[in-house]
């Protein structure tokens, strides 16, 4: 049963109008002033701010009544359950220009329905002033995300691809929140691979071909080689010329082709891999040894954790240093040489463990604060597996893993087939063709994957991801190209109308533009797929009243929300 809202008396200290903050953050900060009157005895109480569920509801709610009746049932409390604190929250909201109205559902829920002038005037700020207001303003100067991170001389595989999407998408949320980021490559170019690679390059391939599969296979069936190859690695660690040749020769064949994969995504990367770091293990883990964390076991040195039955080990028993080591001398690195304030590391779920472990080393030492909201900062960003039709890891038909390019080189030959099946080929020059074909092959790839949850798996397939009717980057564009030629037949100045201010929200349909402010505020995250959204406010400018522009975009705004809150931009802000 729905209670009407009607304005409290007390006011709320004059809504911050240049730190718009998101629409959640700044409901919650309504919702805060109400429950520090309503429930004085609990003034640490945070608001818990939900989209509704169901349109009809509102747009947002409040979930606090029940958790505080918990807290305060049966210590002299006036209320009689949960119900009437809700009612009372609703009641003590202070007045905001952004709330039409408020009700309660069920045990104690307030639904909230923003106000359609105050969703026209905050659109109508965003037209005027560009998106750029509505970024966050984030505590760090500077941070590091190290993503991609192939391993050198082994194929650059599906699970790399994520790791260069997501974490490609989140140095631009930093970016555009004005952070100064550095973008890691930490190539696994010191693994033990390289010994083995490096004999074998020896033996068979003086003129300087790799094949790692043949490597492995000598490896795997040749104790001899084996142990050789083993020794190779300490010769190459050790820095012995000749393996330091053969290195860099094979680092410089795998950088080429990870090249191809990065100019073709777009992204951008700076290489600092693993070899980086090895001058600096000794003296890290020194830094370690005085804080009496490192100790010996069976052979090794390692560091033990308090709940992790295997310790982390930082020296091999062979004297070896290994995937930890490294990663702790980066992060001392990434600290005190780079000046990083957060660090953010993109790998798929299965390397948790390994870098829970060394975060907490790193905090042992004092390195990082114990709360894990001060900075200077870590976070593991895991992700899924991509799966193969068949429910099973992403292989071809030999078994072997996916190479990158050829997945790539495949999104933009469908995509090319299917302009030319709409007549393109005769529309457009050669180059156009191409172009086109590759935005949307590789975009509908990008999109795929960001419109997945980030930690489950998911599964890989083209038909979907090029569906020109599906949730996909295809559909995006179709959409984006036939809102682009409305405006243009319009024959209307957009810039001359944003000036003008006459952004008017009557029907259901135009409030449906609450969405499009929610999507914009995830979506400047993504800034490759502002203009969706803008232009559709642009829309909304040219023809303030006509129904069946306005119902044909309802449509479209339908689609557009839901893109929008599939996208896993959501999941990757909860960092
Ligand atoms: N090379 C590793 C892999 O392919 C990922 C490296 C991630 N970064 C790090 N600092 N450990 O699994």
Redesign the pocket.
Known sequence: FPVKWAHSTSTMAAANEENIGSLKEQIAKVFEISLKVTIPEEPEVVPLIAACAKKEFGDYQCNNAMSLWAKIKGKGTDFKGPQPVGQAIMRNLPASDMIESCSIAGPGFVNVKLSKQWIAKCIQKMLKDGIDTWAPKLPVKRAIV??S???IA?EMHV??LR?TIIGDTLARMLEYSKVDVLR?N???DW?TQFGMLIEFLFEKFPSGEVFYKASKQRFDSDPEFKERAQKAVVSLQGGEEKFRKAWAQICEISRKGYEKVYQRLGVHLEEKG?SFYNPYIPGTLDLLREKGLIEESEGAQVIFIEGKKIPLIVVKRDGGFN?AS??LA?LWYRLNEEKAEWII????VG?RE??EMFFTAAKRAGWLPNDENKYPKTSHVGFGLVLGDDGKRFRTRSTEVVKLVDLLDEAKTRCKAALVERGKAAEWTAEELEHTAEAVGYGAVKYADLKNNRLTNYTFNFDQMLNDKGNTAVYLLYAHARICSIIRKSGKDIEELKKAGQLILEKDEERNLDYICSSLLRLWKRRAQICYPMCCVNIFMIYPRSLPVFTLNARLLGRLRKQADYCCVRQLLSL
């Open positions: 190290d993503f991170s192939p391993n082994k699970g790399h790791s890691r930490h190539v696994g693994g693993e995937y490294t990663d980066a590391y993109v790998t798929d390397q390994h870098f």
